[in-house]
Structures are given as C-alpha cells and as structure tokens.
T-cell receptor
C-alpha cells in the first residue's frame, strides 16, 4: 500500500531535549516536505527536499533541521525544542515536477513541548 | 506569509445543499489544489487545476480558477454528512524549488 508514515504519532517532551520525527514514503517520490499546522494558520511549510541531498527552507524553518540521505526518508530534527514548537506536524511526498503537485500526507505527529 | 486565503472560515449547511468555498492567492501560480482534512488527520488531495485551466470536475466536486482575479472556488454539490471536514486550497509555486503554500482552511459542517 502506497503510504507516508511518521513516527512517533504523539510526543510530549521538555524544552531543550533534542528530538527527531521520522518520515518515510514507499512511493519512490523525489519530493518530500514537512509542515506544521496550528489553529487558524493552516499548514505552513518548514522544509522541503527535491531529492537526495537537496533541501531548502520553507516559510518557517527556524528551530528545525532536516536531512535527506535516502530517497525514502526525510527526518525532522528539533535540536533544542521550545514551547512555541508545540504543534501538529505533517510529512508529505510527491513526484517531483511542475505539473504533478498532488501531495500524499502522513497521519501527523502531535508534539507538545513543556 | 500566507498565499491562499479561504472564505468563509466556517460554513454550516443541511445535507443535500451545495457548499461553496472560495480561495484567493497573491502571486502567480503553476497550479492550485484543494485538500480535505478530517479532524486532526492527514490531508487528502481532492483535485488539482492547472493555471491554464478554468474549470474542472471530479464527481460531486467542481473547481473553478480565475487567474486574473487570483481566485478559485470549490463547489461540493448534494452535500452529505460525510463531507464534514476542513477544506484547504494550496498553490503550487515555481520558485525554483516548487513550494506549496496552504491557506488557513474552511471548516464545513453538514447537518444530517
């Protein structure tokens, strides 16, 4: 089954404790992206990657890191989480190309930073 | 900065009625997509319309795009209680990296 998986689905942590949210897709998509969703703000793009070893900042990259060492995986790293990073996070993937912009979303990771 | 802005923010209708949601955006786009999200879950792609298209249909969905007004509308005909969800427009930008910008969404509630 074609899917995007994220782990963990729920995470409660404390300020400053490094964490990684994993994202994996089995559709051989070149393009992967991370979003955060906050009430009233919709989804905001954090980082995206057009292929292995190619990443770029979205609209809200501060406080986040990503890496793309393999095509299927795109982990999101919070080196020193802060309470304002409490949010619902989504990973998405799609075929890379001008015309094919349908994105496939993971189930989400609800992060709480105390 | 937000590219897409949906209107209305919330919409409540009776089952069987049509629901219309609007989206406005600010810059030139390659395409515009509509997604649906059931409470707190992942988004599901509904339909994509390219910048050179004016109207597109998919089942009970009808999407229009007016690039001169930088706006799009999503019409759901003969709505059902199962259509209750949040609907988002997203614009695909060719910024050299193909960013996608989402609006804040319209929350649709269909009463049975």
């Amino acid at each position: 089954e074609a899917q995007v998986t994220q782990n963990p689905r729920y995470l409660i942590t404390v300020t400053g404790k490094k964490l990684t949210v994993t994202c994996s897709q089995n559709m051989n998509h070149e393009y992967m992206s991370w979003y955060r969703q906050d009430p009233g703000l919709g989804l905001r793009q954090i980082y995206y990657s057009m292929n292995v070893e190619v990443t770029d900042k979205g609209d809200v990259p501060e406080g986040y890191k990503v890496s793309r060492k393999e095509k299927r995986n795109f982990p999101l790293i919070l080196e020193s989480p802060s309470p304002n990073q409490t949010s619902l996070y989504f990973c998405a993937s799609r075929v890379y190309g001008l015309e094919d912009n349908e994105q496939f979303f993971g189930p989400g990771t609800r992060l709480t930073v105390l | 900065s937000q590219q897409g802005e949906e209107d209305p923010q919330a919409l409540s209708i009776q089952e069987g009625e049509n629901a219309t949601m609007n989206c406005s955006y600010k810059t030139s786009i390659n395409n515009l997509q509509w997604y649906r999200q059931n409470s707190g879950r992942g988004l599901v792609h509904l339909i994509l319309i390219r910048s050179n298209e004016r109207e597109k249909h998919s089942g009970r969905l009808r999407v229009t795009l007016d690039t001169s007004k930088k706006s799009s509308s999503l019409l759901i005909t003969a709505s059902r209680a199962a259509d209750t969800a949040s609907y988002f427009c997203a614009t695909g930008l060719n910024t050299g990296g193909f960013k996608t910008i989402f609006g804040a969404g319209t929350r649709l509630f269909v009463k049975a």
